[in-house]
């Protein structure tokens, strides 16, 4: 799955000072990685990390349980989620850096998605990998 990310929440969970990613629709449960897009100005796919959970629930519910690794502010979350009563956070585990940041034709997408888009084999894992890419932490 495509994730289109602000580029300091990018930062975050390469670092791994995130480690949920809010979103308000659930995927498809079989996706197991996320394909990071850092949206403008950066504008290029620079990794993936392994998804290794989903929680779905009321928004206190994940905030509680997500809280401590959320790499936002609750004001923040809260600004998100405004209008919903349901919450998706995405659980995230290893982080793979790509050598060099990819455009987004060289997965075969056009345009950036809005929130997130399937897409096939993710980049580091086949062979269609250009440049490698480098796990940094789970």
Request: a negative charge; charged letters at 20%; proline letters at 4%.
């Amino acid at each position: 799955m495509l994730l289109s990310i602000n580029p300091q929440h990018v930062q975050n969970i390469l670092n791994g000072t995130k480690r949920y990613e809010f979103r308000k629709v659930r995927c498809r449960p079989e996706v197991d990685s996320i394909v990071i897009y850092a949206t403008s100005p950066v504008r290029r796919v620079v990794g993936e990390v392994e998804l290794v959970g989903t929680h779905h629930g009321s928004l206190d519910d994940i905030w509680e349980r997500t809280a401590r690794h959320s790499g936002i502010s609750r004001s923040f979350y809260e600004a998100y989620y405004s209008g919903c009563d349901m919450a998706v956070a995405y659980e995230l585990g290893q982080v793979f850096i790509y050598e060099e940041p990819r455009l987004l034709h060289e997965l075969g997408v056009e345009h950036a998605p809005q929130s997130f888009a399937y897409i096939g084999e993710t980049m580091c894992h086949s062979q269609a990998s250009i440049g490698g890419s480098t796990p940094v932490h789970s």
